[in-house]
């Protein structure tokens, strides 16, 4: 059994940035991808970016350029560094595990509990 837990979240102004972590445990956690979704109320969990067990990542189009997510296989943990904020990037964060890389949330197994993250105008 798989477990992802998210930490990093908070508030900061438009332009600043923050950096989430995804910890993950359990058999074969290694060989997992890694995906960040995020979610506003009332709207459908949408996806961010992923990496998978070789470290490519992927990136929807809203973010590539200021986030980037990276892996410490050392420490079982995902990163999804965040520039540039916006106030439209306000939403819960999710960190999300599958075996392998998609954009649709209902592909991924495991999930963690979600982080709010809040930017401010």
């Known amino acids: 059994q798989v477990q992802v837990a998210e930490s990093g979240g908070g508030s900061v102004q438009a332009g600043g940035s923050l950096e989430l972590s995804c910890v993950g445990s359990?058999?074969?956690?290694?060989?997992?991808?890694v995906g960040w979704f995020r979610q506003t109320p009332g709207k459908e969990r949408e996806f961010i970016a992923a990496i998978d067990w070789t470290g490519k990542t992927f990136y929807e189009d809203s973010v590539k350029g200021r986030f980037t997510i990276s892996r410490d296989f050392t420490k079982n943990t995902a990163i999804l560094q965040m520039n540039t904020l916006r106030p439209e990037d306000t939403a819960v964060y999710y960190c999300?595990?599958?075996?392998?890389?998609?954009?649709?949330?209902?592909?991924?197994?495991?999930w963690g509990q979600g982080t709010q993250v809040t930017v401010s105008s």
């Open positions: 359990g058999r074969g956690f290694s060989n997992f991808a």
């Open positions: 999300a595990a599958s075996g392998y890389y998609y954009t649709d949330p209902a592909k991924y197994a495991y």
